[in-house]
């Protein structure tokens, strides 16, 4: 199994087995051979589940020669932030306190819906503890690191999702979003990541953070490989409640449509703010490349990140707070301090952070009046180092933890969908990110944007350089 194979796409590697260049079994078996093989490096996988992919891998060879229909995503790898519900596996949540559940009787909706498409699970991906973060480090598990340099932050808290696509191990991952926890290891990793409306695909079989914030979304080094695992997994699931009774249209047949007739601005004000030098003309190079001249502001996203931030903290500190009175001690120590503070938090400020988000939301439909599409920074600098406390920004030092989702939280606080484009400067040797943002509903939109910086090479996502 060559290398160029495995650096491939999801829908490459499908077309391979659908042509008989390669079975589905010998990828499974170089693809499990390269997790084992980097991993240990990487930190990106906490599980591998070898036997499942094999023994999937066989069915799919099977299939093809009784001449069975094969699905867009046949064959290609993929793995699930370990969160996820794997049947047979416990659902760690990045978490010790976890680790003694049951293993889950069955897989989480958007596994099923993703190996209805062919794709061949291999193992469960490395997160920050109770998806609480953004650097990717885990005190249980260790970090997963930056592929691209391993002494430097893969991001959060879907650190391992961003490492093992980065990293060559899986063309295609899964995350979840509460504040940015997809478009933080895209920026830093520099892969492409997708954040769809909430609400959209259902979260059932997953463990929670902030219910009214949680969004679950795929990773992966192609527009088009982000565009076939959003449709395989578009599906109504009623054990999900928050999923929105909303028709779903699928997005790949569009996705070459270009972007004429769109509208689309750069968000300034807030969003201009705090930034390294390169967060901001990456935006500019977006800009430039989408023809996008106007400039528009969201109104009070400074306040909308402290709702958010405020929301976070006290239903994680809900969620948690049964836990945190028997099982402090087994709590990684920034995730069991904020989670605290959190529970202490009066109830009335959430009132009033909830009604301030309905605001926020209307203001930014009304933003939509005028825009198809707004473009913004995915991260304020690039991937600070592993362990690093403190990032300057604007002049200021500031806590790294919180302050790398800078401009995630106002975005993800009402729901919009986006998709993370990685960019690289020449002479850096990391990438950074920028948004592009849609309407609700409208993946179609952003992923269209995506698609045409990555033909003109913009935007990519190259697997990482190896070095044993």
């Known amino acids: ?188 990793c520099g892969v492409f990541g997708l954040k769809p409306t909430y609400g959209r695909l259902s979260r059932a079989g997953t463990f929670p953070f902030v219910a009214s914030l949680d969004h679950l979304g795929p990773l992966a080094r192609s527009v088009a490989d982000l565009a076939l695992a959003y449709d395989a997994m578009l599906g109504r699931d009623d054990a999900d409640a928050a999923q929105a009774d909303i028709a779903a249209v699928a997005v790949s047949p569009s996705l070459n449509q270009g972007i004429a007739g769109l509208r689309i601005a750069k968000l300034g004000g807030y969003f201009t703010r705090s930034a390294e030098p390169s967060a901001l003309a990456a935006v500019d190079a977006v800009a430039k490349a989408l023809k996008a001249e106007r400039m528009v502001e969201l109104a009070k996203a400074e306040r909308a990140r402290a709702a958010a931030y405020l929301i976070t903290m006290v239903e994680g500190g809900a969620l948690h707070l049964q836990r945190l009175k028997t099982r402090a001690a087994d709590f990684d120590p920034d995730v069991r301090d904020r989670l605290i503070a959190g529970a202490m938090l009066p109830g009335a400020w959430v009132a009033q952070a909830q009604k301030f988000r309905g605001m926020f939301r209307e203001r930014a439909l009304a933003l939509f009046q005028e825009v198809d599409v707004l473009l913004a920074p995915a991260t304020p600098c690039r991937a600070p180092r592993i362990g690093q406390k403190m990032i300057v920004l604007d002049g200021k030092e500031m806590l790294a933890r919180p302050n790398i989702g800078l401009f995630t939280q106002p975005i993800s606080f009402i729901g919009l969908p986006v998709v993370a484009a990685p960019l690289w400067t020449e002479g850096e040797k990391l990438p950074i990110a920028v948004q592009i943002i849609a309407p609700p509903w409208r993946e179609d939109l952003a992923l269209r944007a995506a698609r045409v910086l990555e033909e003109e090479g913009v935007a990519r996502a190259p697997v990482a350089k190896w070095e044993p």
């Open 1 to 188: 199994m060559t290398d160029e194979i495995l650096d491939g796409s999801a829908a490459a590697i499908a077309n391979t087995v659908k042509t008989g260049a390669a079975s589905a079994l010998e990828i499974a078996r170089a693809a499990l051979a390269r997790i084992e093989a980097r991993n240990g490096a990487l930190g990106a996988f906490t599980d591998v589940t070898a036997d499942r992919a094999l023994a999937k891998a066989e069915a799919i060879d099977a299939a093809r020669a009784r001449g069975e229909k094969l699905g867009p995503l046949v064959g290609a790898p993929f793995a699930v932030k370990n969160l996820f519900d794997v049947g047979g596996l416990p659902t760690r949540a990045g978490s010790k306190i976890n680790r003694e559940r049951r293993p889950a009787a069955k897989d989480a909706f958007l596994v099923t819906q993703l190996e209805k498409a062919g794709a061949v699970l291999v193992g469960a991906l490395n997160m920050g503890e109770y998806a609480y973060d953004f650097t990717g480090e885990n005190s249980h598990d260790g970090p997963s690191r930056n592929p691209h340099d391993l002494g430097w932050m893969s991001g959060g808290s879907s650190g391992g999702s961003g490492s093992a696509v980065a990293g060559g191990l899986a063309p295609i991952t899964l995350g979840s979003d509460t504040n940015g926890s997809i478009r933080v290891p895209s920026s830093f």
